[in-house]
């Protein structure tokens, strides 16, 4: 990790991440959680695993919330305290009905995602001189009067577009929805799989995401780890092993000699 300018307007600096980071701190996170209380690491991990897993890591789990006061389509959201763990809430809309049993599970995912790489940055607010803190104190800053800092009031929202993929220039969301794959489908167990279709099918190491093999590998993936196809899709789009292949056409210019 390093600190870079955040250009949205929430910090000073914002933590920068490769995939390479979060892919393995996710897997660690997820592996060492399963051993310790199974003694064995399998997938897929189940619903139930992932909400011990957030109430671990914070004051408070919500899987009832109404959250439309917050705007359309929000299914998630963290609030995070400089003074205790952060709070998480999920749209009661997905928690009680079984048909969105997979949103529920990306949408749990991607706020622990929040949860795991975004606290230390309300957490480091406690301690620093304001003055040099990297919370930022213009207008994305509120006083939280217990400690006389100034902490962002921007919490985030996440809305249901940019659960599994969200745009690189939103960082917070970003990170976030790249950690829900990674927490879902973690890097080791899932190239595994994805190495043993292409081998025993083919001599290569990706696909063209539109092709009738790459439908057939995500629909693997998917029941293995118990994933909408789409988020299936995503995530091995992110890992390259699913690429967007344009075929142009060339043209031969024949001249008479």
């Known amino acids: ?44 991990i189940s619903t139930d695993d992932l909400t011990v897993m957030i109430e671990e890591d914070t004051s408070d789990l ?19 305290f400089p003074d205790r763990k952060p709070a998480v809430k999920i749209s009661s809309e997905l928690s009680l009905n079984d048909r969105r049993e997979h949103r529920l599970r990306t949408t749990l995912a991607h706020e622990y995602g929040h949860v795991k ?8 607010n406690r301690w620093e001189n304001p003055e040099t803190s ?6 994305y800053g509120r006083l939280y009067g217990k400690f006389n800092r100034t902490v962002p009031e921007i919490n985030p929202r996440c809305k249901s577009s940019r659960i599994i993929d969200a745009p690189f220039e939103d960082w917070m969301e970003w990170q976030a929805s790249y950690a829900c794959g990674a927490f879902l489908m973690p890097f080791m167990p899932l190239t595994r799989l994805a190495e043993d279709f292409l081998k025993s099918h083919y001599d290569r190491y990706w696909l ?7 439908i057939e590998l995500t629909g693997i993936v998917a029941e293995s780890f118990d994933v909408s196809t789409t988020a299936a899709r995503v995530r091995l789009q992110k890992l390259g092993i699913l690429q967007e292949i344009s075929f142009e056409s060339t043209h031969v210019m024949c001249k008479a000699v």
């Open 134 to 139: 990297i919370i930022c104190t213009g207008k």
């Open 208 to 214: 063209p995401v539109d092709t009738d093999e790459a």
């Open 117 to 124: 790489f975004h606290t230390f940055l309300w957490e480091l």
């Open 1 to 44: 990790m390093k600190w870079i300018a955040d250009q949205t307007g929430r910090f000073r600096l914002r933590p920068y991440y490769d995939r390479h980071e979060l892919d393995f701190e996710c897997e660690r996170i997820v592996s060492r959680f399963l051993e310790r209380k199974y003694g064995v690491c399998c997938f897929p």
């Open 62 to 80: 919500d899987l009832f919330a109404d959250l439309s006061s917050f705007g359309e389509n929000v299914e998630g959201l963290t609030d995070f």
